[in-house]
């Protein structure tokens, strides 16, 4: 029983990291992605290949797999972020097909579908992070970690910036303020944040296959933080703990589960509808996609 | 005046979010008359124009057309029961030809195929006629707001509210405006409502009577001569 | 064999085509990026396997069944979700995140009826003809003449109609269209049953041809998002153009590399035209203010 609350809490720091690196893309710079996935995936990738083909250490490999995350958000975000919002969603969802693709595709490197099993876990100066409780506290640092470096950006001059972009962006170019760059470096930090979550799944699991990175998947993240609420601090926390809990509380109510994944779907579907209706802010958020 | 009211407002206090740009204005509209709104910057012409025709809805007040209370009704409805509003620059289909612009209000209502409008428009119009197959996009500014008006006019309307229609124009455009103003009202017999901000002298030359607006309220209304006598306009622009 | 790679990049093109006209029709008239068109998309390849396979209707029937469950999908979108959005005034992301919303409900409640593998109605080898030196199947075939009569009715409508001109009126100035009294409302759903129509339509081709699983919807999104970014939008015939290009590219990509890299290079495209020609191919010359 403890085992599976420890397993429940590590998903939670994963989706707690992702839901930030996601909220501060839409809920701080007003920037809808559907591409979170995946840099998610491209963290996952990165450091395990990084880790397993070249026998380098995870906590060397984290670092490239953020940098390299970071990079190749250029790819989208230089082309397209000065298109119109309805422009750049669809930029942002050519990307993540393509990264799906390349990572179903491309199975010399990758593997393709069959993924690639055994990753080793986490190595520290001899200390392997090789059961959940220590895992726990490997991602519960890291989840902590982002959370401060989150709350530090939000809250200094480059969070103001951001905030005033997404309010009005033309009192922020009256400013002076060069909007483009702002918005760069935003897309990049999120990538590189899904990044982190991306190496910590991959050393979790020991297994990654590009289902787990898939548009689904970018949707299931937009929805903890549409859910939960974008645009301050505690709606992504809300949502990541309602959206990961309360399916784990009715999997007690006895739901065959062949079918629980797809009524999961649907209640995030029907959830995704109601509250854009009524409530577009989510449970605790603030921002209303204005 | 002989002529029936065809319009009215009355104690119209009107704006966007919280600021109340109108103070609590009134105006009248007869038959076969053109009206001048005029004032400086800020005054409300455009927020009674477009309160007028329901694209914002009044805080308090009371709008008639026909002898009917048309207050917070919605723009469309309003359009199809006669009132004609020229949007601001001139709007056209950019991607439609002059003549497919023109037709548009015969699709929207069938009915109107019935009344031949097209050769009166282009009688007023000639210069309409010319460019009969050219995409609207094109079109230079002067002969964009042209088809702008004609489209309004293919809609049979019986009254035309004009948002700004001379400021952007070249001065022989301008001058063209004003003429078929003019015609509109002596050929076609329509009320026609607008507001001009400079162009005054233009403006007063073709209104039956005028309106002088500052900062929300009505300061004068009367004809363009007793305008001219008086010392209003003055210090509506330059108090 | 340049030939042959071209006649199936064309044909595959013909059937994106389908989706991607009514997936720029609906965007082009309504700003709505309507994630919720591959579900349309779904549902009627799905409701053609079960009339056809599941209860073995005669292929007619299912066929016009089918596409009467789509278009009135798609409808029921624009009434019940889009248009009161639209009427509160709502910001497109709001729209968009609810079309995900449907989407996400429809593919699952799909997948939930009838399973998640691949459902193959044509099942084993098909005919096949050839013309010039080129092999077509059957389906093919008949995907280039659906396209073909499809598309011309669709054009003529467009182009030469009252109602075609209205619509095409609407998407350019919705603001005049509203001044001139246009019922927004009746055209908006107009639009909306023209699109679904189209999607369904592609969907029944597709289903014919290769199987369908619930997640075909997804590509098909994705086909109609770089269609419409590289064929631009000013005019519908925009995404046409944008779903040929695509449907040559797959097809060249497989041939002259191998399948895994359509996307990167389809995606190098998308790049290129973003930041090259952000407008499209066909649209008339835009100022950047205008899209960004």
């Known amino acids: 029983m403890m085992t599976y609350i420890l397993h429940l809490l590590v998903m939670i720091s994963i989706y707690l990291i992702l839901a930030f690196s996601l909220n501060l893309l839409v809920g701080y710079t007003g920037l809808l992605s559907v591409a979170q996935a995946g840099f998610y995936g491209i963290g996952a990738y990165i450091s395990t290949l990084f880790v397993m083909k070249l026998g380098i250490n995870f906590f060397i490999a984290l670092p490239i797999s953020i940098i390299l995350a970071m990079c190749l958000s250029l790819l989208v975000s230089v082309p397209s972020i000065r298109l119109k919002g309805d422009y750049f969603i669809l930029a942002t969802l050519g990307f993540q097909a393509v990264i799906y693709g390349v990572l179903y595709n491309w199975v010399s490197l990758t593997r393709g579908p069959y993924g690639i099993p055994g990753i080793p876990r986490p190595n520290f100066f001899g200390i392997e992070f090789g059961n959940i409780p220590s895992y726990f506290i490997l991602s519960g640092i890291l989840a902590f970690l982002v959370f401060l470096i989150f709350r530090q950006m939000v809250l200094s001059p480059f969070g103001r910036t951001l905030k005033a972009i997404r309010e009005d962006e033309m009192a922020a170019l009256g400013l002076g303020k060069n909007i483009t760059k702002f918005k760069i470096i935003s897309f990049a930090i999120s990538a590189g944040i899904a990044a982190i979550a991306g190496a910590l799944y991959a050393g979790y699991i020991t297994y990654i296959d590009p289902t787990s990175f898939s548009i689904y998947e970018s949707i299931f993240i937009l929805s903890m933080i549409i859910i939960g609420g974008t645009g301050n601090i505690k709606g992504p926390v809300v949502g990541v703990f309602l959206v990961i809990i309360v399916p784990e509380a009715l999997r007690f109510l006895g739901l065959p589960d062949s079918i629980a994944a797809n009524a999961r779907q649907m209640i995030y579907g029907l959830l995704l509808v109601i509250l854009m209706y009524f409530r577009p802010q989510g449970i605790a958020g603030e921002y209303k996609f204005e | ?239 | 064999m340049t030939l042959q790679v071209i006649a199936n990049g064309l044909i595959a093109g013909c059937v994106y085509a389908l989706v991607a006209l009514g997936f720029g029709l609906i965007y082009k008239t309504t700003r709505i990026l309507h994630f919720a068109h591959g579900a349309v998309y779904t549902a009627a390849a799905y409701a053609l396997y079960f009339f056809l396979i599941s209860i073995s209707f005669p292929v007619f029937i299912s066929i016009v069944l089918a596409l009467i469950i789509g278009t009135l999908l798609g409808i029921s979108t624009e009434t019940f979700l889009y248009y009161p959005l639209h009427r509160k005034k709502a910001p497109y992301a709001i729209s968009f995140i609810a079309s995900m919303g449907i989407y996400l409900f429809l593919v699952n409640l799909i997948a939930m009826l009838f399973g998640n593998e691949v459902k193959i109605i044509q099942p084993g080898l098909e005919k096949t003809y050839q013309f010039a030196g080129i092999i077509l199947t059957r389906t093919q075939i008949i995907e280039t003449i659906v396209f073909v009569v499809v598309f011309l009715v669709f054009y003529i409508f467009m182009k030469k109609s009252g109602l075609g001109r209205l619509i095409r009126a609407l998407s350019n100035n919705p603001e005049l269209a509203t001044v001139l009294g246009m019922n927004i409302r009746k055209t908006r759903l107009l639009v909306f049953g023209l699109g679904s129509l189209l999607a369904s339509i592609s969907g029944l081709l597709v289903a014919l041809d290769i199987g369908i699983d619930p997640n075909i919807g997804f590509s098909a999104v994705f086909v109609c998002a770089v269609a419409v970014i590289i064929g631009g939008i000013d005019i519908f015939e925009g995404a046409v153009l944008g779903a040929f290009l695509l449907g040559l590219i797959q097809n060249i990509t497989i041939w002259k590399l191998s399948a895994r890299w359509q996307e990167a290079i389809t995606f190098g495209i998308l790049i290129l035209f973003l930041l090259l020609r952000p407008q499209g191919i066909l649209s008339y010359k835009k100022r950047m203010e205008e899209i960004s």
């Open chain 2, 1 to 239: 005046m002989n002529n029936q009211k065809i319009l009215e407002a009355k104690e119209i206090v009107a704006g966007y979010n919280k600021k109340m740009v109108l103070q609590g204005v009134s105006i009248e509209l007869y038959e076969k008359e053109v009206v001048a709104l005029i004032g400086p910057n800020g005054a409300g012409k455009s927020t009674l124009i477009k309160t007028v025709f329901g694209i914002l809805k009044p805080k308090s007040g009371k709008i008639f057309f026909k002898g009917e209370d048309i207050t917070g009704r919605e723009p469309y409805k309003n359009s199809l029961n006669g009132m004609g509003y020229f949007i601001q620059g001139g709007e056209v289909f950019t991607n439609l030809t002059v003549m497919e612009n023109l037709l548009i209000p015969q699709y929207i209502d069938k009915k109107l195929e019935r009344e031949n409008l097209l050769d009166e428009v282009f009688s007023l119009f000639p210069e309409l006629k010319s460019l009969n197959d050219k995409r609207a996009g094109i079109l230079s500014g002067g002969e964009r707001q042209m088809l702008a008006l004609g489209i309004l006019l293919m809609k049979k309307p019986e009254i035309l509210l004009l948002d700004e229609p001379i400021s952007k124009l070249a001065p022989i455009w301008k001058n063209k405006f004003i003429e078929k103003i003019k015609e509109l009202k002596e050929k076609w017999g329509l009320s026609i409502i607008f507001w001009a901000e400079q162009d005054i002298p233009k403006a007063l030359s073709v209104a039956d009577r005028v309106y002088v607006m500052k900062l929300g309220k009505m300061e004068f209304c009367g004809t363009p001569e007793e305008l001219r006598q008086g010392k209003k306009l003055e210090e509506a622009y330059f108090k």
